[in-house]
C-alpha cells in the first residue's frame, strides 16, 4: 500500500512564528479540567502546568488518568469543561488537527503504526502535505528526505527501511513510533509508556533519543511506571490519583512525599 492512499486532506502548515517562552516558564497550563466516561470522572477539576523546555514525568496508579489528561492535551478528547493554554493561546480544548500548529507531537501506549504501510512511509506519514499544483494526491516529502535518514539511523530502522510495520518486532515497532514523533519537529513532546516491553538495550536507546530532545531544549511529557527511569529522565514529577493532581515538584521531594508513598508506591 502506498503513502499517498492514506492522504486524502490537505494537513495544515506548521506555524513556525509560534511563539516560544523564554526558558522556565510554563509551556501548558490545565485550569479545572474535567473528563468523564459514563459517570466516571477520570480527570477530576485538575489544575496543573507543564514547564517548558523540562522533562515532567507523569505518574500514579493504573486508571489515575494519565493517558486520558494526554489525551486531551494531544486533541485526542475533549474534555467536558475547564480551560487549556498552551503558550499565550487559551482554548477549551486542543484540536487534533492544530497539533502542528501548536507544535506538539506524540507516541501512544498500544503504538498506532500503520501496519501495512513501509517503515520509511510510516515516518513519511506525519509530516506528508498534499501539494496543491501537483494534483490532489501527490505527496510532498522531498524537505524531509535528510531528517528521514537521521531519524533511521538514530532509531536504528535504516536495514527494515522498505519492511512493513507488521514485519517488525514489538521493540521495533516502538522505535517506529518513536521516529515517528521524531520527524515531526515539534516543541513539546509527549511519551506515553515509551519503556514498556522493551529489552534493557532498547530501554537505553530509548533514554538517549530522549536525552537528545532534552539537549536540543524541548518540552517532555513522559508517562512512564518505572521509577528508576522516571528520577532519571525527569525534571519535574505530576501525580495524579483518581484524575486529581496527588503532587506535583522535583523527583526527589515527590517520591518522598507521604501522600505519594501510600497511594502509589504502596510503602
Ligand atoms: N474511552 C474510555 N471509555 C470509558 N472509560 C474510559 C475511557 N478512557 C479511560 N477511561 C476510564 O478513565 C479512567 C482513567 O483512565 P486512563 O486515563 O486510561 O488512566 P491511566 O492512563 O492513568 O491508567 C479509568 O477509570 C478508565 O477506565
Ligand atoms: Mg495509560
Redesign the pocket.
Known sequence: MKLTDFIKKKTPKSDSSAKVLPYGENIITCTHLNKQ??G?K?IDDLSLQIPQAKTTGLI??????????M?ILTGL?KPDSGKITVRDKHRTRIKSNELRTYRIARTF?DGRVIEQLSVEDNLLLPVAKNTLWGGFTEIKTDDYQSRLEKVLDITSLKDHRHKRAEELSYGLRKLLEIGRLLMQDADIYFFDEPFTGLFPEMVEQVCDIISGLQKQGKTIVI?EHNMGLIKRLSDYIIV?DH?TLLAEGEPDAVLKNKKVREAYLGV
Open positions: 466516561f459514563m466516571i477520570a500514579g496508579p493504573n486508571g489515575s488518568g494519565k493517558t486520558t489528561l489525551n478528547i501506549q508517562i495524579l484524575g
